[in-house]
């Protein structure tokens, strides 16, 4: 199989590559490099079964020679404002690449009768009023709100997905990506993961914005990228959610990260002043994938943070 | 001012154009034709205040000379997927039209520091939990449903339009379009309005799916353009519902056509086959209206319906 890959250089984009080329696949890496990092692709230049492309999926996307599959991972995807890699730092690149990203690359899965598969989010349930979210639960997104950027693009970018699936007849898949963590996150994204990393390595006390009440739920980033492959190698159509449903409160998070790095400056409360809409919440239902791609997470969070620090460390010894 | 108006052909872009004309402005009125008919702009042909341009606006727009005012009206907007011209059946185009129309006339607004007023809908709601709907209200829409085609594009493009208003500065507005009658709806659509009229003038009996019970509320076409022209000169950002709150069962309506046409064929009731997701009950909540444009509608429905139907006999009379 070839693949083309958009946001290639990012997060989950370049495990995907990663995931792809160890399964024998051929990869068409594509990226603009406004979120993703060339680092993150470094270790795959000269491989022969990786082939680099720099565009931005919101222009007309030309790949040479025959693709098997189309997996549209280019997004800006951090909510933190405080951040110039944040979605609401980039957002008419971020409306961009969800519908324009998803109108061209859905083309040339039609040009080339590609397997597509549509990296949508957890953010298309917004902040919900169910919970765990299945994937029949309709959201709760404020289309004017303050990350409607991020949620309406995704969900502009399912529903033009699933018309192509049902007008022009293309074999379409859509992931909902819940909270993942694992090398390659950017340090400076502004996402819990890396900030808490940081300052438990660097020996300062963990910042808790609010009570630390809300939960969330980590997934690994190989646990996930698992079920991403089995979704793309599956005749499914219909969303699914990947994720870990084992939910834990933002205060045992920390904590739990302190005790894996050895941290002993605690945590500190802080007053929440971020991004509004910010959920309490969230967490997948994922019967779904059990049943469609007898998928589920193995990998427990502590196992997962200390294959995780590793990276941060090595990048902020180089920084 | 001159104003460019997409969907100009169109029943509301029709009406729109003229009223500006009205007030004395210069219209650039452009369509592509694929819902909108030129029978309802054939009136002002020669018009020095009117300049046509037939042209999509999925692709880049180019106007000739100074825009004031960018006024984005351009869909397909029957849900009724029996008719060539309900959005089911043009998903494609209304997608274009929601997501690259909006980026395109948005484009068109900051190149000439315009004021922008986005042709939104009361579908952005969906099948809402709230009634009546208030602009704050968040809605409740299914992403991959079989009318998100449309909802989703509008809820995306009202993102745009907000996200172009807070990062680029641009003077934008939001119209959110409730149900709307009058001259120059198309006979062929599909919609309730215009199945009713032809039905009563024809003397056959009124189609009544499901048990009738489901509720619309019916705006005049002459109070919507009011309110829109109201909002186009104002100074709000905000969405603003237009349309009017009197709810009427579809049994009720389906009366009062026929008493107004004279009609004795009456009533048949058939099973509700049609399009999933139909909203039983949407009814705006007009308090912001009230408030920022000193806006409500004033035609009572006997007076709305006996304008419109003269303009259908004829039609018909003509087919």
Known sequence: MRALVTGAA???GSHLCDRLIKEGHSVVGMDNFITGSPDNIAHLAGNSKFLFIRHDV???IFVPGKIDAVMH???????????????????????????LGTHNTLGVARAHQARYLLASTSE?????????????????????GVRSMYDE?????????????????????????FNTYGTRM????????????QQALRGEPLTVYGDGSQTRSFCYVD???????????????LPVNIGNPAEISILEFAETINRVVGNPAGIIKQPDLRLGDDPQRRRPDITRAKEVLDW???????????????????????A
């Open 186 to 197: 950017r340090l400076d994204d502004g996402r819990v993961v890396p900030n808490f990393i």
């Open 58 to 60: 919101a222009n007309f």
């Open 124 to 144: 298309i349930y917004g902040d919900p009023l169910e919970h765990p979210q299945k994937e029949t639960y309709w959201g709760h997104v404020d289309p004017i």
């Open 223 to 237: 646990d996930l990228i698992e079920g991403i492959y089995r979704l793309l190698i599956s005749n499914e159509h």
């Open 296 to 318: 589920e997470p193995k990998i427990a969070l502590e196992v997962g943070l200390q294959r995780t620090i590793p990276y941060f460390r090595e990048k902020l010894g180089a």
């Open 73 to 99: 991972f280019a997004s800006p995807a951090s909510p933190n404002p405080t951040s110039p890699y944040g979605y609401t730092n980039l957002p008419i690149q971020t409306m961009k690449a969800g519908a």
């Open 153 to 177: 693009a995704k969900r502009f970018a399912e529903a033009l997905t699933m018309t192509y699936h049902h007008y022009h007849n293309i074999n379409t898949s859509i992931v909902r990506i």
């Open 10 to 12: 990012g997060f989950l």
